[in-house]
T-cell receptor, first 113, second 113 residues
Framework: NAGVMQNPRHLVRRRGQEARLRCSPM?????VYWYRQLPEEGLKFMVY????????ESGMPKERFSAEFPKEGPSILRIQQVVRGDSAAYFC???????????FGPGTRLTVL | GESVGLHLPTLSVQEGDNSIINCAYS??????FIWYKQESGKGPQFIID?????DKRQGQRVTVLLNKTVKHLSLQIAATQPGDSAVYFC????????????FGKGTMLLVSP
C-alpha cells in the first residue's frame, strides 16, 4: 500500500505565478489535511477536507489560497499570484477517519523567486 | 533549552546514550499529544502518542511522559542510534481532532557514532 503521495516534490515559481500542489491520499483515506512549514518552524495547519467538502479552513490565508478534494483525483492546494513569503514546505496528510492518526506525505518544497 | 532567533534547539548525544527531548505545550485544554520525527527532506513520521488521562506511555525504545500540571511533555529515547538523528516535534490537539493539531517548533537531535 503506497503512502501519501505528493507532487511535485520541488516547485519553483516566480512572483505573480500560480502554484498547484497535488496530494494523493493513501488508499481508503477520505480525510486530507494540508500543513505549511516555514524554515526551522513547526507545521502550521491550513485546511482539512473530505471528499468534495472543505471541513475546516481556519488556517488558510484569506486571499490567494484555495484547496479542493474532488470526488475523483488528488487533493489540490492552489496558490495564486505567489509572493516570496509563500516559500515553504507544504505537507499533506491523510487518514481513514477523523479519529485516526494521519499519515504525512513527503512534502512539496515551494521556492518563489 | 529555549531557542534564540530562528535556530532550532539542538541536542547532541553519543550513540548508545539515552536522549530526552522536552516540549512545553500551550493549551491546557489539549487532551491528546503526539511526537513526530522528521528527517531531512521528509514528512513527519508518527512515533508515539499519549492521551491526557495518562502520564506515561512506552513504545519500542521510546517513552513519553506527560505532566499536565506544568504543561510539559517529554520524549525519552533509549540507546540512541545514528538513525535517530532528526528533528522531533511535539503536537497537541483537543478532542482528538486532527484539524486542530498544533505543532511545537521542534528540537534537532544529533547522534554521533
Amino acid at each position: 500500500n503506497a503512502g501519501v503521495m505528493q507532487n511535485p516534490r520541488h516547485l519553483v515559481r516566480r512572483r505573480g505565478q500560480e502554484a498547484r500542489l497535488r496530494c494523493s491520499p493513501m488508499k481508503g483515506h477520505s480525510h486530507v489535511y494540508w500543513y505549511r512549514q516555514l524554515p526551522e518552524e513547526g507545521l502550521k495547519f491550513m485546511v482539512y477536507l473530505q471528499k468534495e467538502n472543505i471541513i475546516d479552513e481556519s488556517g488558510m490565508p484569506k486571499e490567494r489560497f484555495s484547496a479542493e478534494f474532488p470526488k475523483e483525483g488528488p487533493s489540490i492546494l492552489r496558490i495564486q499570484q505567489v509572493v516570496r513569503g509563500d516559500s515553504a514546505a507544504y505537507f499533506c496528510a491523510s487518514s481513514p477517519s477523523l479519529d485516526s492518526t494521519p499519515d504525512f506525505g513527503p512534502g512539496t518544497r515551494l521556492t518563489v523567486l | 533549552g529555549e531557542s534564540v532567533g530562528l535556530h532550532l534547539p539542538t541536542l547532541s548525544v553519543q550513540e548508545g546514550d539515552n536522549s530526552i527531548i522536552n516540549c512545553a505545550y500551550s493549551n491546557s485544554a489539549s487532551d491528546y499529544f503526539i511526537w513526530y520525527k522528521q528527517e531531512s527532506g521528509k514528512g513527519p513520521q508518527f512515533i508515539i502518542d499519549i492521551r491526557s488521562n495518562m502520564d506515561k506511555r512506552q513504545g519500542q525504545r521510546v517513552t513519553v511522559l506527560l505532566n499536565k500540571t506544568v504543561k510539559h511533555l517529554s520524549l525519552q529515547i533509549a540507546a540512541t542510534q545514528p538513525g535517530d538523528s532528526a528533528v522531533y516535534f511535539c503536537a497537541e490537539t483537543r478532542n482528538s481532532g486532527y484539524s486542530t493539531l498544533t505543532f511545537g517548533k521542534g528540537t534537532m537531535l544529533l547522534v554521533s557514532p
